[in-house]
């Protein structure tokens, strides 16, 4: 029986996918619930099982494809074995013939000798001192053309081995492209400012090594720094709404609850998975929680209602040895919190030169809504929540 395997109905805010990889071929088995084909959208990659055991039969859309919801991408055929021929063509493939071995053994384009070359390519060679047969040709059928002359002799000159200039053009991913669209959105649709603060975070850790082991036997997970700052961000939203709204046209739509999304960096880019009520959760749920997401972004699991809605954004550019930056805000959010690295230096206390763990924090703001008061003062409320832990568990 001939089964369809359709592209899963994707969400309003996706209109199309790309397929990525197809990680079986036409004749191959599969058995049911094995990933088939791995679709990139603009946020996630969606992995597309087998519904059935048996045989891939047909594949109707090649990698690079784009296709919409409940387009048929393959034919199964349940219950059927692969042929014995199927399973006999990697085999041959890989014993290939004396004649293939030969012409597998031949180089890649063949030495173009001073004679067979063009005209202005001769005479660049000539006149650059280039030996021909060295250079690999670009042009027609592996010609040598004057700007493969030229090329080398430049990589030559310069003091590259063997006058190599490598270069590679590959397109962007479906989700770079969504990044790079979004973050001009941002530079061209907001008045975006950056304020900023310093943390003494000697508290935070000494609350850490204090009850970190018995936090980690009691919840099964490791109490981190993210979770303290998702805490204070979040109670000090419900202090300054208005760093929690966001624009719709005319109107500024105050959010009454801390959807937080946390920047999490993959291979494939930057996604920002959502605490949902953040401002409800205990600091055992939220490091949970933040494990989960990181843990499905690395592995390519995370869903597309992971990473929808989110009214303030937390991103950690110190866990790569950041000091000091300036976050974009991801629209249609007006603000973001951006932590840095962590680093002992002087400060004066009680009058005292001291040595204590700082960190610089900044806000980016969309200052057509948020006023420089406002931002500094939330900055400020963060300040004292993480320099005051007991605060965040009194709700201050």
Known sequence: ???????????????????????KKAGDAVARDENLVDLETDKVVLEVPSPVDGVLKEIRFETGATVTSQQVLAIIEEGAAATPAKAAEPAKAAAPSAPAKAEAAKPAAPAAKSADLPPGARFTANKEGVDASQ??????????????????????TGGVSGGARPEERVPMTRMRARIAERLMQSKNSIAMLTSFNEVNLGKVMAMRKELGEQFEKANGIKLGFMSFFAKAAANALQKYPVVNASVDGSDVIYHGYADISIAVSTDRGLVTPVLRNAERMGFAEIEQAIAGYAKAAREGGLKLEDLQGGTFTITNGGTFGSLMSTPIVNPPQSAILGMHTIKERAIVENGQVIAAPMMYIALSYDHRIIDGKDAVLFLVDIKNQLENPHRMLLGM
């Open 1 to 23: 029986m001939a089964i369809e395997v359709k592209v899963p109905v994707l969400p309003e805010s996706v209109s199309d996918a790309t397929i990525a990889t197809w990680n």
């Open 135 to 156: 250079v690999e040709g670009t042009g027609r059928k592996g010609a040598v053309t004057k700007e493969d002359i030229v090329n080398y002799a430049s990589g030559k």
